[in-house]
């Protein structure tokens, strides 16, 4: 047998074996990490995602809880895990944002993580509390101004998207308002709707009820366009204010290393997941879009999203201790 047969030999016997491994995969529960407390956007898209994981590939898929250090301790215990497949992540931009946000992490959004699909995409709203007396972005603004450092909001942490959303309108408006962070969505929105915080930035999918049952008022939408589920909201634009677009988006992760064909089987899942009927329709109820990109698309994303947050935390100036 010459050289070059052995060698395509080869390639067939690796390429053989690399779809049995695929189909192979998984053969027991799988773990799916998010770095925020059960209750926000991150949560809800996750236990939307394992079931239909689960259903899809026949094994359970069971979310962990890791909130803290601003998604960081989820991170570096996914970074960290065998790239077997069974210790995935589930994230936003917030692993993007915190390569420039902390200094010395143990891992490396790029280098430590391989990219799998994103499930859905949800822009940023600025809400507040229902009983307080600014009715729109123009009111807000002025009471911001009239008083500086008076008005507070919340976010999900430092460093979130809810933050650097805030920190761009604070930007763009030149007022100041103080920065509370709380340890995830659901508690910064609890303080919110408890009338603790003045305003605050949150996605769709974790204000929507609240926006409908009254407690909270939504004022504006950090996108390009309306969202279909709040129609009579303004998109920051049009309520005055440019260069505020901040969108957040719901990412499945694996460990770097991890075999391509475990990431194609995964990735291939969360498209069907994305189109499965029950699963849009929660999805677009909740003000979310269903995506299910590729792994290689999702990588170049996550390039992008990189270079845009550091210099977006560079202007603004904050900073994770």
């Not at 094994?59 to 069974?86: H, M, S, W």
């Not at 103080?178 to 709707?193: C, D, R, W």
């Not at 390009?224 to 909201?233: G, I, N, Y």
């Not at 064909?261 to 994305?274: D, F, G, K, S």
């Amino acid at each position: 047998m010459s050289f070059a047969i052995r060698l395509l030999a080869l390639a067939a016997l690796v390429a053989a074996a690399g779809a049995a491994l695929g189909q192979s995969y998984p053969a027991r529960p799988v773990r799916l990490v998010i770095g925020f407390p059960p209750g926000g956007g991150v949560d809800i898209n996750a236990r939307l995602l394992a079931p239909k994981l689960a259903e899809y590939l026949g094994q359970q898929f069971v979310v962990d809880n890791r909130p803290g250090a601003g998604t960081n301790i989820a991170n570096e215990l996914v970074a960290k895990a065998a790239p077997d497949g069974y210790t995935l992540l589930m994230n936003t931009g917030a692993l993007a944002i915190n390569m420039a946000l902390y200094r010395n992490l143990p891992f490396d959004a790029l280098r430590d993580f391989v990219p799998v699909s994103v499930f859905s995409e949800s822009p940023n709203v600025l809400v507040v509390n229902a009983k307080i007396p600014y009715a729109s972005v123009k009111d807000l603004l002025a009471a911001a101004r009239a008083s500086p450092g008076k008005l507070n909001y919340s976010s999900a942490g430092v460093g979130t998207t809810q933050h650097l959303a805030a920190e761009l309108l604070k930007m763009r408006t030149n007022t100041f308002m103080v920065h509370i962070p709380y340890k995830g969505s659901s508690p910064s929105l609890t303080a919110l709707i408890a009338g603790e915080i003045d305003l605050s930035f949150a996605n769709i999918p974790a204000i929507h009820g609240y926006v409908q049952g009254g407690r909270l008022r939504a004022l504006a939408i950090a996108a390009p366009k309306r969202d279909p589920q709040l129609p009579d909201v303004p998109t920051m634009k049009e309520a005055g204010v440019e260069g505020v677009e901040v969108s957040v988006w719901y990412g499945l992760f694996a460990p770097a290393g991890t075999p391509k064909e475990i990431v194609q089987t995964l990735a291939n899942a969360v498209v069907r997941a994305t189109r499965d009927p029950e699963n849009r329709r929660k999805l677009l109820e909740q003000g979310a879009e269903p995506v299910g990109s590729t792994p290689e698309a999702f990588a170049r994303m996550m390039r992008e999203e990189v270079a845009r947050w550091a210099e977006v935390v560079k202007v603004s100036g904050a900073r994770a201790e």
